[in-house]
């Protein structure tokens, strides 16, 4: 391989070399006949110099043409190969691969790289883009759930003749569902205000334990309405983050653990300090959560309670916030669950951000 190499580069000094003296003697004899016949006076210097130029100038001309007529062929088709797979790119058509195996000599070294970083970036392109179809398909499906009720129950009441009890139950319903459409928004703005960076962290130092005490609290009635047994075990911790937004982590949490949880249940909150880290642990004996729907259950629109009514509201977006949020703050979010058991939410996060 070496040997190759070391062959290539000679023939190429050779080649170029050849170029020079046949540019360098069409320059001498040509300017020879004009000097001889026009400019008999010129010094030795100006027309070294005259000679000098006008050879750079025959060489360029000359490596032009080689380069035109005698431009390797792989080159060529390997250009072809890119320019192709660019046009596709820009089509929108994002399953597309460059591989140049039966172009050994050019799948190495700069061509090489330029090669996988396209490759990369066009599996990159084509994951976004399902990505972005999976969104735009989840967010219809569930603008349209509440829509087509809303439509329905409007229609029913321009009967005249409907009884005022059922008129009251349909307006209800119609609240309800105009209710799911505004969280659904508002779930929307902020994942995509987090997932943009939009809002950036407000860090400060508070009281953590003090955080859990009101965000339990102001779940208070639907602690009471379900008749929920609440095990409090909160340590003094301080932290450094954003209040605001670890705030809304742990009402997601704990609303969550409320929902899924059965009249006369139980959950339990505990945070404490762990090195230079803290753990907040939610647990509850509800209905847990499947082996499968754990590893997507912070997935937007992922719902593990496929079954699931009417009175249970919820989008599928709470927990993709929650994990957003946690990992802005360089901390984790993971759940341990079994079904028919309960399932416990565990948050880490470091005690300063860096």
């Given at each position: 391989?070496?040997?190759?190499?070391?062959?290539?580069?000679?023939?190429?000094?050779?080649?170029?070399?050849?170029i020079?003296?046949?540019?360098?003697?069409?320059?001498?004899?040509?300017?020879?006949?004009?000097?001889?016949?026009?400019?008999?006076?010129?010094?030795?210097?100006?027309?070294?110099?005259?000679?000098?130029?006008?050879?750079?100038?025959?060489?360029?001309?000359?490596?032009?043409?080689?380069?035109?007529?005698?431009?390797?062929?792989?080159?060529?088709?390997?250009?072809?190969?890119?320019?192709?797979?660019?046009?596709?790119?820009?089509?929108?058509?994002?399953?597309?691969?460059?591989?140049?195996?039966?172009?050994?000599?050019?799948?190495?070294?700069?061509?090489?790289?330029?090669?996988?970083?396209?490759?990369?970036?066009?599996?990159?392109?084509?994951?976004?883009?399902?990505?972005?179809?999976?969104?735009?398909?989840?967010?219809?499906?569930?603008?349209?759930?509440?829509?087509?009720?809303?439509?329905?129950?409007?229609?029913?009441?321009?009967?005249?003749?409907?009884?005022?009890e059922?008129?009251?139950?349909?307006?209800?319903?119609?609240?309800?569902?105009?209710?799911?459409l505004?969280?659904?928004?508002?779930?929307?703005?902020?994942?995509?205000?987090?997932?943009?960076?939009?809002?950036?962290?407000?860090?400060?130092?508070?009281s953590?334990?003090?955080q859990?005490?009101?965000?339990?609290?102001?779940?208070?009635?639907?602690?009471?309405?379900?008749?929920?047994?609440?095990?409090?075990?909160?340590?003094?911790?301080?932290?450094?983050?954003?209040?605001?937004?670890?705030?809304?982590?742990?009402q997601?949490?704990?609303?969550?653990?409320?929902?899924?949880?059965?009249?006369?249940?139980?959950?339990?909150?505990?945070?404490?300090?762990?090195?230079?880290k803290?753990?907040?642990?939610?647990?509850?004996?509800?209905?847990?959560?499947?082996?499968?729907?754990?590893?997507?259950?912070?997935?937007?629109?992922?719902?593990?309670?496929?079954?699931?009514?009417?009175?249970?509201?919820?989008?599928?977006?709470?927990?993709?916030?929650?994990?957003?949020?946690?990992?802005?703050?360089?901390?984790?979010?993971?759940?341990?669950?079994?079904?028919?058991?309960?399932?416990?939410?565990?948050?880490?996060?470091?005690?300063?951000?860096?």
């Amino acid at each position: 391989m070496k040997m190759k190499i070391l062959k290539d580069i000679l023939h190429a000094i050779l080649f170029f070399a050849g170029i020079i003296i046949i540019s360098s003697l069409i320059t001498y004899f040509s300017t020879n006949l004009i000097y001889d016949r026009y400019f008999d006076n010129l010094s030795a210097l100006t027309v070294q110099i005259i000679n000098t130029l006008l050879t750079f100038v025959v060489l360029g001309v000359f490596a032009a043409i080689v380069g035109k007529f005698f431009h390797h062929p792989k080159q060529k088709l390997m250009i072809n190969e890119i320019n192709h797979a660019i046009k596709s790119i820009s089509r929108g058509e994002y399953n597309v691969t460059l591989n140049f195996e039966k172009f050994p000599d050019m799948n190495r070294g700069e061509i090489g790289k330029i090669v996988n970083s396209f490759n990369n970036m066009a599996v990159s392109l084509e994951q976004v883009e399902k990505m972005r179809q999976e969104f735009i398909s989840n967010v219809s499906h569930e603008i349209q759930s509440p829509l087509t009720s809303i439509k329905g129950f409007a229609k029913v009441l321009q009967n005249e003749n409907l009884p005022t009890e059922e008129r009251m139950q349909y307006l209800s319903i119609i609240e309800y569902e105009s209710n799911r459409l505004s969280k659904l928004s508002d779930n929307l703005l902020k994942l995509t205000s987090l997932e943009t960076q939009d809002q950036p962290l407000d860090k400060a130092m508070f009281s953590l334990n003090s955080q859990l005490m009101y965000s339990i609290l102001s779940c208070e009635p639907q602690i009471l309405e379900k008749d929920i047994n609440m095990v409090v075990n909160l340590n003094k911790v301080d932290i450094e983050g954003d209040e605001v937004l670890l705030n809304q982590v742990w009402q997601n949490l704990i609303s969550n653990s409320i929902k899924f949880t059965p009249n006369g249940g139980e959950i339990s909150v505990s945070v404490m300090e762990d090195n230079d880290k803290i753990i907040v642990q939610i647990k509850d004996s509800g209905i847990g959560i499947s082996n499968e729907d754990q590893m997507h259950i912070f997935e937007r629109f992922y719902k593990a309670d496929k079954s699931r009514d009417r009175t249970t509201m919820g989008n599928g977006l709470g927990l993709s916030i929650v994990r957003k949020i946690v990992e802005m703050h360089n901390g984790v979010v993971y759940v341990e669950s079994d079904v028919g058991i309960g399932s416990t939410f565990i948050v880490e996060l470091p005690l300063k951000q860096r």
